[in-house]
């Protein structure tokens, strides 16, 4: 079963803009991690936030968790071409990681 | 230099045989993954193992096995009775079961001709 949902499932933004996607689950996590994926490629993990923390930066990359709402966010700051890729949020709990359908981003030059 | 590799790359399988898709990491994990991923479905988890000689079905595992000899490897067999084998599969690792970040291999395309 996909634990969880991202929204909204694709995105198209002009470069320099900033990129919000929104990921919701349905059952209590260990952690929530987010992976970027390249056509055809394989997922390359971004952040990991656990269930006791609220935001978390990585450089462009900021993520926040709000475990009362079950959901999370990934912001993209002064976005770039090389950013377009599809975004998965993926769930740990008791079983490994659960993803979602995933954010398709495109940025615009 | 690390890291986890799937070969080949693109597979085609004539329906009524079995396939066996490649997983080999150099990462010194301990736990490794196969996922299936078709177009709007993201990732679905068919197997994993946490140590050798163990694994554990997922959410999809009718009509694939593994085997998890050495650490180091986790073949998937993607069998007959799998009803719609088409799909982009992904191996994953992990330092730990649960709780770690995944490094994924670029993965292997089947397709049924």
């Known amino acids: 079963s996909q634990q969880g949902e991202e929204d909204p499932q694709a995105l198209s933004i002009q470069e320099g803009e900033n990129a919000t996607m929104n990921c919701s689950y349905k059952t209590s996590i260990n952690n929530l991690q987010w992976y970027r994926q390249n056509s055809g490629r394989g997922l390359v993990h971004l952040i990991l936030?656990?269930?006791?923390?609220r935001e978390k930066h990585s450089g462009r990359l900021r993520v926040t968790l709000d475990t009362s709402k079950k959901s999370s966010s990934l912001l993209i700051t002064a976005s770039r071409a090389a950013d377009t890729a599809s975004y998965f949020c993926?769930?740990?709990?008791?079983?490994?990681?659960?993803f979602g359908k995933g954010t398709r981003l495109s940025v615009i030059a | 230099d690390g890291g986890i590799t799937q070969s080949p790359k693109y597979l085609f399988r004539k329906e009524g045989q079995n396939v066996t898709l490649s997983c080999e990491q150099n990462l010194n994990h301990d736990a490794m993954y196969w996922y299936r991923q078709d177009p709007g479905q993201g990732l679905r988890l068919i197997y994993y193992s946490q140590i050798v000689n163990d694994f554990q079905k997922g959410d999809i595992a009718e009509g694939y096995s593994v085997s998890r000899e050495k650490k180091e490897s986790f073949p998937l067999t993607v069998t007959s009775a799998q009803k719609n084998p088409t799909a982009f599969y992904l191996c994953a690792s992990s330092i730990a079961g649960q709780g770690t970040e995944a490094f994924f291999g670029q993965g292997t395309r089947l397709t049924v001709v």
């Open positions: 936030i656990r269930s006791n923390e």
């Open positions: 993926a769930t740990v709990g008791n079983t490994p990681l659960v």
